[in-house]
């Protein structure tokens, strides 16, 4: 596709359940990163990948978060025993590698995620 | 550490008068800054970004954005604000290759 997809677009689970949120980036792009904003709050950095590898996992709250990306380009962001708290929009992103395309990320529209 | 402000929630302006969004930044070393904007029911989009160079760095919409490096600042400007450019507008910093910390957003309503 022209641009990063998500889905679901929108994720309404239970307190303790287990949810799968998946990330397609744009074709080429061989960074991807994971976001989460909450209402009223600007982007959280969660993990970034370069090719299959995390690069960079710093931001994931806590053992329960996990994310893949087994071949390099589709993402799975994995979240278990959800809780309320982990209610907010996932965001992914993808850019292009190299010095001069620094921070142009491409974001997809998000996977809004509810915790009842 | 990383740490990005930007102190307006909200920025009202008349059509046609210059739009201002304000953003200061703390970074460990060399800064690349960035400037985002979220539209209703729309992904983030790129708008500009300062790496190094030219401290006005011009961007895409008619936005523009001066990095000052003695107050530590990215504010976002443009000359003549449209109806159209209504939107949440994100300011972003690094330090190295990756990873973003994004601003709280500043939410810009421009009145016909």
């Known amino acids: 596709g022209a641009g990063v997809s998500q889905t679901p677009s929108n994720k309404v689970t239970e307190k303790g359940k287990y949810v799968e949120l998946r990330c397609d980036p744009i074709?080429?792009?061989?960074?991807l990163y994971w976001y989460r904003q909450s209402l009223g709050q600007g982007p959280e950095f969660l993990i970034y990948?370069?090719?299959?590898?995390?690069?960079?996992d710093s931001g994931l709250p806590n053992d329960r978060f996990f994310a893949v990306r087994p071949e390099g380009s589709v993402s799975t962001l994995k979240i278990q025993r959800t809780e309320r708290g982990d209610s907010a929009v996932y965001l992914c992103?993808?850019?292009?590698?190299?010095?001069?395309?620094?921070?142009?990320?491409?974001f997809g529209e998000g996977s809004r995620l509810t915790v009842l | 550490a990383q740490s990005v402000a930007q102190p307006e929630d909200q920025v009202n302006v008349a059509e046609g008068n210059p739009l201002t969004v304000k953003c200061t930044y703390s970074?460990?070393?060399?800064?690349?800054l960035f400037w985002y904007v979220q539209y209703p029911n729309r992904g983030l989009q790129f708008l500009l970004k300062?790496?190094?160079?030219?401290?006005l760095v011009k961007g895409s919409y008619g936005f523009e954005a001066e990095f000052n490096k003695s107050q530590t600042s990215f504010h976002l400007k443009k000359p003549s604000a449209l109806v159209s450019d209504s939107a949440l507008y994100f300011c972003?910093?690094?330090?190295?290759?990756?990873?973003?910390?994004f601003g709280a957003g500043t939410q810009v309503v421009v009145t016909p």
């Open positions: 992103a993808s850019s292009l590698q190299g010095w001069e395309n620094t921070g142009e990320l491409f």
């Open positions: 300062y790496i190094t160079g030219d401290n």
């Open positions: 972003a910093a690094t330090d190295s290759w990756g990873k973003l910390q």
């Open positions: 074709s080429g792009h061989t960074a």
């Open positions: 970074v460990s070393g060399n800064p690349y």
């Open positions: 990948f370069q090719g299959t590898g995390a690069a960079d």
